[in-house]
């Protein structure tokens, strides 16, 4: 038999026992391989053994991976559960959402319809309007009388003698008020509010449960621009509620603060129609038509204001009156 040496200067690998067993020589330097060798000779033990070994130690292996893959999967279904549930809620929450963009929105008659008689009337140019900031700076420190005066003193005398004549009017109004509470009535200032920073008559405390009473529409989930045609506008099914006063003018003031002259004096108009001699439709409205040239209409109105029970804009009135009148003069000669 073939004589095969072998010098081992690491462990003895599996086929080194099997030709070892069979038979050939092998060079061993390190003792304990001498030791090893000379065990598996005396016990006469197959290298099958050690395949008994490996199926142990592999089936302990195969155990870890085994549980190493139900806890990977234990993990990834518990993770996939939680990514679902987050998905369900983020799903109702989207619904919540779109069913909040699509609640139900009151809408009012005239914030669709604006009549002929208004909207068919022009802004005068921007620059000769009376806008919320100018009303805001022009009376902010009540410079109203210095501010009449010195537009008394610019104007000719013809201007002059109608700007008189609605004070003299005024006071014999005044005069000719026999009754003492009347009068008492007439020269004392309301409780005043401010919204969007324009001075108000604060009316919650003179009207018991102050309403307006408007044609509303109940629409859901109602564009912002929304838009109809006249015909189409009349055939919806308009029913008639009571607004909170305090609501409605808030409404109104803000649109007027925007500009929005036409809509707003549509609201001051139904603000009159359940309160004629209400102060703060008096007053505003007659600036909505002064800023859409309706310069008469103007005037009638702020003679009302300074008509009216309390005098809170009586100076802010005769200001914007005599402003009227001038306008009118020049309107008329441009004409």
């Not at 089936?59 to 085994?66: D, L, P, Q, R």
């Not at 005239?110 to 909207?119: A, C, K, Q, R």
Request: aromatic share 10%; glycine share 2%.
């Amino acid at each position: 038999m073939k004589n095969n040496k072998t010098n081992f200067s690491e462990n003895i690998s599996r086929e080194d026992i099997t030709n070892f067993q069979k038979g050939q020589d092998i060079e061993l330097n390190d003792d304990f391989d001498k030791d090893s060798m000379d065990g598996w000779r005396k016990n006469n033990s197959h290298i099958s053994l050690m395949e008994k070994l490996d199926k142990r130690y592999s089936t302990s292996k195969n155990t870890f991976v085994k549980y190493t893959i139900y806890i990977g999967a234990f993990i990834l279904i518990i993770s996939s559960i939680f990514i679902y549930s987050n998905s369900i809620q983020t799903k109702k929450e989207k619904i919540v959402q779109n069913t909040k963009n699509e609640q139900k929105q009151a809408i009012e008659k005239t914030d669709l319809e604006i009549p002929n008689e208004i909207s068919s009337l022009k802004q005068i140019p921007k620059k000769g309007r009376i806008v919320a900031k100018t009303i805001k700076m022009d009376f902010s420190n009540k410079k109203t009388e210095s501010l009449i005066n010195d537009e008394k003193n610019t104007i000719k005398n013809d201007e002059k003698t109608e700007i008189l004549t609605i004070e003299t009017k005024e006071a014999e109004k005044i005069n000719k008020s026999e009754n003492s509470v009347i009068l008492e009535k007439r020269i004392r200032n309301a409780k005043e509010m401010y919204i969007k920073e324009l001075l108000l008559v604060d009316y919650r405390k003179y009207r018991n449960k102050p309403s307006i009473k408007v044609e509303q529409i109940i629409i859901t989930g109602l564009p912002a621009n929304f838009e109809k045609k006249n015909n189409e506008i009349d055939e919806l099914d308009w029913k008639q509620v009571d607004i909170p006063y305090i609501d409605y003018v808030t409404k109104t003031i803000e649109l007027f603060s925007k500009g929005n002259y036409k809509k707003s004096l549509i609201r001051f108009e139904e603000i009159l129609k359940t309160y004629p001699e209400d102060l703060n439709a008096n007053f505003y409205g007659g600036l909505c038509y002064y800023n859409l040239g309706e310069f008469q209409k103007a005037n009638d109105l702020f003679e009302k204001c300074l008509s009216n029970e309390f005098t809170n804009f009586n100076q802010e009135a005769f200001w914007y009156a005599t402003k009227t009148l001038i306008s009118q003069k020049e309107y008329k000669k441009q004409h």
